[in-house]
């Protein structure tokens, strides 16, 4: 189908916008429009992903199995120890529960997984489900914590009852139960936490080893390769550093209100992105020997990719890219990262920007960018078309979209079994890229082969 053909649903025009055609400020925030198949996940869903990778809780999902399943090992976030997490434990209610209600249920499975797995904390997910036929899951939770001695934490995330957005804060709150029950002594003055950031491929582990090089101590990672004890004891780091910045915000702001601790808002995607957040981490401590590890650090591991970089530079210089992210603060380091490597993206968009967001990312692009809020699969195949971009960085459900449209993908989310994070992880995705872009196989997709044609014929 051409292009043109594809129209924007009218409520959504709003979400859209152009770089250097008109002043208006993009929408955003809203709930999806009914009917535009929104590529954002549920409530329950957000809030799943921010927890699931804290590897020694319980994580049991009072609803049909169907929302278990959906979430089932939804990132591939690592663990160093425990596998907990990996399972998706489910009250599985049926017709019945629905009728005479799921508590009986819930607390059954409760003590019955606490005995068998011993978690350190367990958290139980409120589904659509559990919202619509009002199970008190405080109530179960107070009831089965006191027998057990485990914090038993509800997760306020009916599906329904909002967009992702509101699943990370479901998730935060529940985090925040933990927070400040935990011995904070022998935490070092050089310390921080790492938020919104998940060990996808081990990227935590990356991320540990530069701050462990230049001297500070890493307390807790919330929710990456995530233990309960550490996240127990977080309060007693000096300083907050958010990656993802859509779902750990709303944390990181609570923790500078109530315990004082200030944070920075940064990101390890992308050599200048990556310099930055350990530049700013390591200039918060007024300590020069940590200054210095820092500059030497960086100047190492620059040295060892450069030479690399340079080389997959000249190969893609010109080449056009598509970036659908669900946080906006991802899809400023991933503009950045393919200027690094020589291309340009001509299509932008995030499920959960804020206004502010989208004023960073226009002053960001190049005239003419595509700039798209809460998209869906038509909207980001027409203006794939559009602009005939050569790659499509995104998630699982973007795939398929740049599959179907003979278009290279790049997997940038938590799915991915590759490393993307730091220097090497900017090795990594200039490999992939090119592996992508460059496969002769797009030569023989319709719309490039015909064109081809077309130009001999001429
Ligand atoms: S919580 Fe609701 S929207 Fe989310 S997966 Fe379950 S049924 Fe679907």
Redesign the pocket.
């Known amino acids: 189908m051409p292009h043109d053909d594809i129209e924007i649903l009218e409520e959504r025009r709003n979400q859209v916008f152009r770089k250097g055609e008109g002043t208006a400020e993009i929408a955003c925030g809203k709930r999806s429009a009914a009917g535009s198949v929104s590529q954002r996940?549920?409530?329950?869903?957000g809030s799943r992903v921010v927890l699931y990778p804290i590897a020694d809780a319980l994580h049991v999902?009072h609803?049909?199995i169907?929302?278990a399943a959906?979430?089932w090992d939804i990132r591939g976030a690592h663990s160093s120890g425990p596998q907990l997490h990996r399972n998706s434990f489910s009250t599985d209610l049926q017709e019945k529960d629905v009728i005479f209600g799921g508590e009986k249920k819930l607390a059954a499975a409760l003590r019955e997984l606490i005995a068998a797995c011993s978690p350190k904390a367990a958290f139980v997910?409120?589904?659509?489900?559990t919202?619509l036929i009002g199970d008190d899951v405080d109530a179960v939770c107070k009831t089965i914590s006191k027998e057990t001695g485990i914090p038993v934490i509800p997760v306020e995330?009916?599906?329904?009852s909002g967009t992702k957005k509101d699943g990370y804060r479901a998730a935060c709150e529940a985090i925040y139960k933990l927070i400040g029950t935990g011995d904070i002594s022998g935490i070092s003055p050089h310390s921080i936490n790492l938020l919104g950031e998940f060990n996808i491929a081990g990227e935590t582990w990356i991320m540990k080893d530069y701050f462990r090089r230049i001297g500070i101590q890493v307390v807790s990672c919330i929710s990456g390769d995530g233990r309960v004890d550490e996240i127990r004891r977080c309060h007693g780091a000096k300083l907050n550093l958010v990656q993802c910045s859509g779902s750990m915000t709303h944390l990181a702001k609570r923790l500078n209100d109530e315990y004082g601790i200030p944070f920075q808002r940064i990101s390890f995607f992308g050599i200048e992105d990556t310099a930055a957040a350990i530049y700013g981490a390591a200039g918060v401590f007024g300590d020069p020997e940590i200054e210095s590890r820092a500059r030497d650090l960086v100047k190492q591991e620059l040295l060892k990719i450069q030479p690399e970089l340079r080389r997959y530079r000249k190969i893609l210089k010109g080449k056009k890219a598509a970036i659908y992210v669900g946080g906006a603060f991802k899809a400023f380091s991933l503009v950045r990262a393919l200027r690094t490597l020589g291309m340009r993206t001509v299509l932008v968009g995030s499920q959960t920007g804020n206004p502010q967001d989208y004023e960073q990312l226009k002053e960001l692009c190049d005239p003419g960018t595509v700039i798209v809020d809460d998209s869906n699969p038509l909207e980001l195949a027409k203006f794939c078309l559009e602009k005939d971009v050569d790659l499509f960085i995104g998630g699982v459900k973007e795939r398929p979209i740049a599959y179907k449209l003979g278009i290279g993908f790049c997997d940038h989310n938590h799915e991915r079994k590759e490393a993307l994070a730091g220097f090497e992880g900017m090795l990594n995705f200039a490999k992939e890229v090119h592996a992508s872009v460059m496969s002769p196989v797009w030569n023989y997709v319709p719309r490039r082969a015909n064109r081809k044609q077309e130009r001999m014929a001429a």
């Open positions: 996940a549920c409530v329950f869903c999902v609803g049909p169907g929302c959906y979430t997910y409120s589904t659509c489900i919202g995330s009916p599906g329904f």
